[in-house]
């Protein structure tokens, strides 16, 4: 069983729409759960951090924890063209800030 | 604000040859960690620097090292290049307050021919 797991995508949604991205995870220790987006070719680029269960929301992104379930996700709101990219979940497990990546999942937003 | 900085771009090895990275973290932060990004795959740790020393160590061979400088900038070093060892390498920095919020930089594309 892979430490973090997310569906690969492509995930493809009309423009406008709410795009849910998911991710779920092993290991029970897991301490702090992060969300970044990455463009083909560029880096990582943080988008959402969440420590506690429940949601965050930060404009137009609101990430989700249930840390019973194990299970993570991301929602983007009136998805844009420029979303088009790959959505990577991260954790880091208790007393270690080693991000433990997932493979991604990819986002095509069209038109 | 100067984010994460990383030097250089792109890279081109031979087999067994010896390559440096260099990447100097954002403004602020102390702590520097390097992943590996194959093709496809997410982002795997190599290993992180605090106070010039290796604090954590990822799944990777010896022949992977690195070193933190007092200005807190940092280099990754891999002897005895693979084809394997071709990938994206990424450094990224956190600060002292949310230490495991890590920013990264561009990133080096190294190929191993």
């Known amino acids: 069983q892979k430490e973090v797991e997310q569906n690969s995508g492509p995930l493809s949604v009309p423009e406008g729409a709410i795009a849910s991205l998911n991710c779920t995870y092993s290991?029970?220790?897991?301490?702090?759960f992060f969300w970044y987006r990455q463009y083909s070719g560029k880096s990582p680029e943080l988008i959402m951090f969440i420590y506690s269960n429940g949601d965050k929301e930060d404009g137009r992104f609101t990430a989700q924890l249930n840390k019973a379930s194990q299970y993570v996700s991301l929602l983007i709101r009136d998805s844009q063209p420029s979303d088009s990219a790959t959505y990577l979940c991260?954790?880091?497990?208790?007393?270690?800030?080693?991000?433990?990546f997932g493979t991604g999942t990819r986002l095509q937003v069209f038109p | 604000d100067a984010g994460v900085t990383q030097s250089p771009t792109h890279l081109i090895k031979t087999r067994g040859q010896q390559v440096t990275l260099r990447c100097s973290p954002k403004?602020?932060?102390?702590?520097v960690s390097w992943y590996q990004q194959a093709l496809g795959q997410g982002p795997q740790f190599i290993f992180q620097y605090y106070e010039e020393e290796e604090r954590q160590r990822g799944n990777f061979p010896d022949r992977f090292s690195g070193h933190q400088f007092p200005n807190y900038s940092s280099e990754l070093n891999v002897n005895a290049l693979l084809l394997g060892d071709s990938a994206l390498y990424l450094c990224?920095?956190?600060?002292?307050?949310?230490?495991?919020?890590?920013?990264f930089g561009p990133g080096t594309r190294l190929t191993v021919l």
């Open positions: 991260a954790v880091t497990l208790r007393n270690t800030d080693k991000l433990i």
């Open positions: 990224a920095s956190s600060g002292l307050v949310f230490t495991d919020t890590q920013y």
């Open positions: 290991d029970r220790g897991s301490q702090s």
């Open positions: 403004s602020g932060h102390d702590t």
